[in-house]
């Protein structure tokens, strides 16, 4: 199983701390660095928010190894066609090592504050089924697309220069009934986000069902997830980042919680069930140390 790091890029991310972080996960082993694409937080103090495409293109020119992506881009931000060209030219620049997660968007302040229409959510979902047709259409057609959707259109639009690969497309959600359908018939890469191992399990099981319906094999589609760690070196070091919380609270809700040998325990469930990727989110942007901690105690019993 693979493990990467989870940043949420608009808590307080500029290039210092952007800079750090990569190359951190560069140097210590972890497999990927993926980054949410928010301009503010829910609620409190804005803070400091790289743009997700100047960061991602930072990342594919100043690191080697690692993937890197968004989590998830929103559809609401960009015209979709502005998304996958950048997505293409990044990814090309990166010697192929981009991951383009899409997502419906749900943060409603964000929008109000810089003056984008913010929609119910049936529109925004639709507005995601036409992104995801136009994505794999220009990525995956040789010569000029077109396209007439309900929100979104094209024109004998063409990736110029095209695709080096077939670029990865990582759709995140948990929603059984419309986010893993859209899994089933777009996606390489279905990314859970803060679900229980049970949950997992049942929703897991049931993209197999809609995988085999659209004629693919469970296997076409890599199963990841993203959930909080909360990881201290040492029994001190984890009961001050607990605080009022307690570690078997947090655990059932799917977050991973402890010292080294407590995560390399839960994560291997993970891993027994058929999670092949796990996105950490990580808060504390500042705590390279932990990051570099966690790598040591954790990643030896994944990475291979």
């Given amino acids: ?94 010697g192929g090592r981009l991951i383009l997660g899409l997502g419906a968007g749900w943060q409603e302040r964000e929008h109000r504050k810089f003056g984008i229409p913010f929609y119910d959510f049936p529109t925004r979902y639709a507005m995601l089924s036409d992104a995801l047709e136009m994505t794999d259409r220009l990525l995956h057609t040789e010569g000029p697309v077109s396209y007439q959707g309900k929100h979104f259109s094209l024109d004998e639009a063409q990736l110029m220069p095209p695709p080096t690969r077939r670029l990865p497309i990582l759709i995140g959600g948990n929603g059984p009934t419309r986010t893993l359908p859209l899994v089933a018939q777009y996606a390489d890469e279905w990314n859970a986000v803060f679900l229980s191992l049970d949950t997992w399990k049942e929703r897991t099981a049931l993209l197999d069902d809609l995988l085999k319906e ?31 919380r307690k570690a078997e609270e947090l655990r059932e809700r799917g977050l991973i919680v402890g010292t080294g040998s407590a995560v390399v325990d839960q994560l291997s469930r993970w891993q027994e069930a058929g999670l092949q990727r796990v996105m950490l989110q990580w808060m504390a942007q500042d705590d390279i140390d932990g990051m570099e901690h966690m790598a040591q105690d954790v990643l030896s019993h994944f990475h291979k």
């Fill in 1 to 94: 199983m693979q493990i990467g790091i989870m940043i949420e890029g608009q808590d307080g991310l500029n290039w210092t701390r952007w800079q750090r972080i990569l190359q951190t996960a560069e140097d210590s082993g972890y497999q990927c660095v993926f980054r949410s694409d928010h301009f503010t937080n829910a609620d409190g103090e804005d803070k400091d928010s790289l743009e997700l495409w100047l960061s991602l293109t930072y990342a594919a020119s100043h690191t080697q190894r690692i993937e890197f992506g968004s989590l998830v881009a929103p559809v609401t931000f960009r015209h979709p066609s502005m998304t996958v060209r950048m997505a293409s030219q990044v990814d090309a620049l990166s």
């Fill in 214 to 244: 659209q004629g693919r094999q469970p296997g076409e589609v890599k199963r990841s997830l993203m959930t909080q760690v909360v990881y201290g070196k040492d029994d001190a070091t984890l009961h001050a980042r607990l605080g009022d």
